[in-house]
């Protein structure tokens, strides 16, 4: 092989990923703008998408890098198949329901940052929103995931959290924290604000609004054969 033929391998090996994966995607994401819902058409009201992260919530999201573990992109399913794993978004409890779509470009719409996540070493948070527990069962978690899973490899943020002494009645925010993890007596942990923010940002998690004019697809009967 000569050297021409193999850097014009390389850098086609490189540069084509690179231009499908990178390039194309950042500049459709770019020309995005919101699109209104069509009541008549969709039958949701306002602007997609509905609810906007909460953007502070996110900076300590990626301060703290999540996003290494964490994806948040569901995945197109294989061959066209009907939805990607069931038992993903707000059908959560009473898995399996109806599958849960996969994400579109519009899901990151309202978001500084698409956080699609590096590696999937723990579960996709696309649809955390609606699994997500109490605030403070989130903290509890955050503060020491094996309080949770006694194998988890999640690691312990202990940083965003406070052990202070506990003066007067107990905090009204101190974690629930079984014995082992607990501090000792007298003290209590509590969240910090950021921590307080990161929670409501994982509440906030939900991409799986109707997207618009798709939904109308699904509602419309169709048209009765003559
Ligand atoms: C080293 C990898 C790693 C990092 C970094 C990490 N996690 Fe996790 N996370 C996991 C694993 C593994 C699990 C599953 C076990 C568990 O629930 O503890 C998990 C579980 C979770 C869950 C529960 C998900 C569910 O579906 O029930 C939440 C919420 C979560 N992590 C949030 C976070 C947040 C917020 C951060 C950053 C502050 C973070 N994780 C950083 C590995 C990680």
Avoid at 20 to 34: D, F, G, H, N, S
Avoid at 108 to 134: C, H, M, S, T
Avoid at 175 to 184: D, G
Avoid at 214 to 224: E, I
Wanted: glycine share 10%; hydrophobic share 35%.
């Amino acid at each position: 092989m000569n050297f021409r033929t193999f850097i014009l391998g390389l850098a086609a090996s490189f540069g084509l990923p690179w231009l499908c994966l990178i390039v194309i995607p950042a500049m459709k994401y770019q020309q995005l703008t919101p699109v209104a819902y069509d009541k008549e058409k969709d039958g949701v009201e306002g602007f997609y998408p509905p609810a906007p992260v909460n953007g502070q919530g996110q900076l300590v999201y990626i301060r703290e890098g999540c996003n290494q573990c964490h994806t948040q992109m569901i995945r197109p399913s294989q061959l066209g198949l009907d939805g990607w794993y069931k038992g993903w978004g707000q059908d959560q409890e009473g898995r399996p329901a109806t599958a849960v779509r996969p994400n579109v470009l519009r899901d990151y719409l309202g978001e500084k940052y698409a956080l699609l996540g590096v590696q999937r070493i723990g579960p996709d948070l696309a649809n955390f929103g609606w699994r997500a527990g109490d605030a403070n069962a989130l903290h509890a978690h955050l503060y020491a995931p094996r309080s949770v899973y006694d194998w988890s490899t999640m690691p312990a943020y202990t940083g965003l959290y406070k052990v202070q002494k506990i003066q007067g009645p107990a905090s009204e925010r101190a974690l629930k924290l079984p014995k082992k993890f607990a501090p000792r007596a007298g003290y209590e942990v509590v969240p910090t604000p950021e921590a307080e923010r990161l929670v409501e940002y994982l509440q906030s998690l939900k991409k799986d609004h109707p997207i618009p004019g798709q939904s109308a697809v699904a509602a419309t009967p169709a048209p009765a054969k003559k």
